[in-house]
């Protein structure tokens, strides 16, 4: 009986968080305790120079120690060299130490940190640890949740290093970074919760923004993005993103995302 109970209340737990759950971008709130998910981010865009696609592959997992812990290891591949390599990997974890909740809505407030290992060519002077620098990341996120909609933003400190063992960082290029989001979402479907077996759509907007401390220079880009809910277990996510704005150098900036997850609750 105990056990029913507990899975219940992480499908409510789940079900309450859905429309915070962006697609580009980490909301403050946590997984539930004590659960496993697994992701794949498929990475689809287009090159900045010729007419390429670059193709990037992070499989993750992600595992909630408590309600207020959690902790995601991630890899990193890529078609940079026409083939599918191995680039390296990350370890991110985030502390949420503010929980404001009322009956129709709540506050969240987390830090979090990330720490990457990246091989590849340094090839661009956007500064990017998930996935093409190695360096780290340190930020704060806060999140607000209003009946079915969703408001989250965040401002992070990213530093990039030597991609060992072949490439050292260009002294040319600053090596860190001011970076800045704001992610919108609603809960569309669906209008009245019956069931946790009932499938979720979200949509939501979201704009990252970096600016580099060395020399000045920015971008600023829009994501609107879909996102579904299956059994309060599965997710499908698709984002396109397109850059508004930049005098910096970067490779790749408008594409498509996708990811899919899995969470499986109660495993330990």
């Known amino acids: 009986m105990k056990k ?13 968080s859905a429309q915070e ?20 981010m498929h990475s689809f865009m287009q ?3 010729g007419s390429g696609i670059n193709y990037h592959l992070m499989p993750e997992l992600m595992w909630g120690i408590n309600k207020n812990w959690m902790v995601h290891l991630q890899g990193f591949f890529s078609n940079r060299n026409n083939t599918l390599i191995t680039e390296g990997g990350s370890v991110y974890a985030k502390y949420r130490f503010l929980s404001i909740d009322e009956v129709h809505s709540h506050f969240r407030m987390a ?9 590849a060519d340094i090839h661009q002077e956007e500064i990017e640890t998930m996935g093409h620098n190695s360096g780290y990341e340190l930020g704060m996120i806060a999140t607000q949740l209003l009946n ?34 704001l992610s919108v979402g609603k809960l569309i479907l669906p209008k009245e919760y019956k069931s946790y ?15 580099l401390n060395g020399n000045g220079k920015s971008y600023l880009d829009i994501a609107p993005a879909a996102q579904l809910i299956i059994n309060s277990q599965a997710r499908i996510d698709l984002a396109y993103r397109k850059q508004l704005y930049s005098n910096m150098q970067r490779t790749a900036t408008d594409g498509f995302i996708l990811k899919l ?5 109660n495993l330990f």
């Open 4 to 16: 029913i109970i507990s899975v219940g209340l992480l499908i409510i737990a789940f079900h309450a």
């Open 21 to 40: 759950l962006f697609v580009l971008t980490e909301p403050a709130s946590n997984m539930p305790a004590k659960t496993l998910g697994i992701r794949t």
């Open 47 to 49: 090159q900045t120079s």
């Open 111 to 119: 830090a979090y940190g990330r720490l990457s290992k990246n091989n």
């Open 148 to 181: 079915k909609v969703a408001i989250s933003g965040s401002l992070s400190y990213e530093r990039a290093g030597d991609n060992k063992p072949d490439y050292k960082f260009p002294f040319t290029q600053s090596n860190s970074a001011l970076n800045y989001t």
């Open 197 to 211: 077996k009932q499938v979720n759509v979200n949509l939501m907007l979201e704009l990252l923004g970096q600016r």
């Open 261 to 265: 997850e899995y969470t499986f609750f």
